[in-house]
């Protein structure tokens, strides 16, 4: 079959008819222009989701691990609000104007992110502040995702959805590489006067992140035009095409959506972005409490792992194109739960080997200073390292050994990139050729909702409890969720399948 599944990744060739190949031509050039959009979106945010927790402690000493929660939640919350509001307004308005208009708003949330170290009290907040507007900002990932949905045949979105993720992918491997990259510029950095800047490992790359976005405005300006096809490929009139241009009706988009199968697939996508926000916001201050890495090294480390886990998704992207073809969106989906399952499971502690507590660490240090130490040196430079002694679970709970900590990260990063874009898959069809920006919209806002809650969920859960309750409670979760979509399976099918047009 030739068809957009059988393609190489962002390669969108297709048999189209001479006549209407200017048509085909830019309507993928559009899709492309959504993918780099998603591609830059990603980057932004995870090119400082693995510094966030050591600038924070850096700026302001009264911030604690459960406030990191909140800063993290504060990004989904901000998507939440924006995505059904920015779906809406694509549902009636060329697309380049939420999309200009929230890509400017990211902007100007990670300039003043690079400045939120100037204020000489309640750093905390500017920062929780500059992230709830980087989340807004980011709420055009449902426009983007509907646009796709809404210029893709029924045959050619599978790969249109997974070229997508897999685009969110490369900025989920490059944000922490570049992360990473800039660590080796150190918490002093270069001070520039002419700006009153302070450029160093934590707002270098925010500073980064505003200029993709710059270079994304300009392509959404110049490059994208508004276009709409029916389940076979027709070409039909957007609700929001401004253009006087023939266009051919079609009857496809009649019929009612299975309001059941909507609600199932938010219910499903909140429980998939939920674990996954528990995993990103605990890797920093888990790694730093289990192996006693310094912020300098959490940042750079963790951006690696994640960069590696970014590479690993595009595989799995890559693999499921040809996965869903042969045996069907549904069975990837329950797969993919169950491969998340496991690797929350490995999470779990075991043994007889404690974490090392961060109380002791300091008394060593003291007595080093003390005998070793000229009387000129300040202890204020050492940074106390380990499981905090505030944290009363780290003196009867097991450590989670460093292969444990890997092996996860492999597992989840299997796991989840199968189920996000397969969620979106499955959601786009069911939905089928009508409008899709606000459904879109609430898919959005859910997976925001998610994000919003998890980490404030697992920073008090880990903080109070420890990992052992956290990632038992996630494991549930993960169960409950493989237990709806058995419930519901029959209810998961396309628009087009449900109506009885297209055979299953």
Request: net charge neutral; charged share 15%; proline share 4%.
């Amino acid at each position: 079959m030739d068809s957009e599944e059988n393609t190489p990744l962002l390669k969108d060739d297709s048999g189209s008819d001479d006549s209407q190949n200017d048509e085909y031509k830019s309507r993928w050039r559009s899709i492309r222009v959504m993918y780099f959009t998603m591609f830059l979106s990603s980057v932004g945010f995870t090119i400082v989701i693995t510094s966030v927790w050591p600038y924070l402690q850096k700026i302001d000493d009264s911030a604690n691990a459960s406030f990191l929660g909140w800063v993290v939640a504060a990004y989904s919350l901000g998507q939440m609000l924006a995505s059904p509001l920015f779906g809406l307004w694509s549902n009636h308005r060329p697309r380049r104007e939420p999309l200009a208009c929230s890509i400017f708003i990211n902007v100007t949330a990670n300039i003043y992110y690079s400045y939120i170290y100037l204020p000489t009290s309640q750093n905390k907040y500017h920062m929780l502040m500059s992230r709830a507007l980087v989340g807004f900002g980011a709420g055009n990932v449902a426009v983007v995702r509907s646009y796709v949905a809404g210029a893709t045949s029924l045959k050619e979105r599978n790969s249109a959805m997974a070229n997508t993720s897999a685009c969110q992918a490369l900025g989920f491997i490059l944000g922490p590489a570049l992360q990473a990259g800039l660590s080796f510029i150190g918490e002093q950095g270069v001070s520039v006067k002419v700006i009153d800047l302070q450029l160093n490992m934590y707002t270098a790359p925010a500073l980064l992140a505003a200029l993709f976005g710059l270079i994304n405005i300009l392509l959404v300006v110049l490059v994208l035009r508004e276009h709409q096809v029916d389940d076979y490929g027709r070409h039909i009139r957007a609700i929001n095409y401004v253009s006087e241009e023939r266009m051919d009706i079609s009857q496809e988009t009649e019929g009612d959506i299975d309001q059941v199968a909507v609600l199932t697939s938010n219910v499903l996508f909140f429980i998939i972005m939920f674990i996954f926000a528990v995993f990103e916001t605990i890797a920093t201050p888990l790694s730093m409490d289990m192996f006693s890495w310094t912020r300098k090294d959490a940042v750079m480390y963790n951006g690696i792992i994640l960069s590696c886990v970014g590479f690993e998704s595009i595989l799995v992207f890559l693999l499921v194109k040809v996965l869903s073809q042969r045996i069907g969106d549904r069975p990837v989906l329950l797969g993919g739960l169950a491969i998340i399952f496991c690797g929350f499971f490995v999470l779990l502690p075991w043994g007889n080997h404690y974490p090392a507590i961060q109380w002791a660490d300091l008394k060593n240090n003291t007595v080093i200073h003390e005998t070793f130490a000229p009387t000129s040196v300040s202890n204020s430079s050492f940074e106390p390292t380990g499981c905090p002694a505030e944290q009363t679970w780290c003196q009867y709970t097991p450590a989670i050994h460093l292969a444990q900590f890997l092996t996860a990260d492999v597992l989840i990063g299997a796991g989840y990139p199968a189920c996000n874009v397969i969620s979106y898959t499955l959601y786009s069809k069911i939905l089928g050729s009508k409008p899709q920006g606000v459904y879109m919209g609430w898919l959005t806002a859910s997976g925001s909702g998610a994000r919003t809650l998890g980490p404030v969920f697992v920073s008090q859960v880990y903080t109070i409890l420890g990992p052992r309750w956290a990632f038992s409670l996630i494991c549930s979760m993960v169960l409950g969720a493989i237990l709806l979509l058995g419930a519901l399976y029959h209810k998961l099918i396309s628009f087009a399948v449900r109506h009885g047009r297209i055979l299953e």
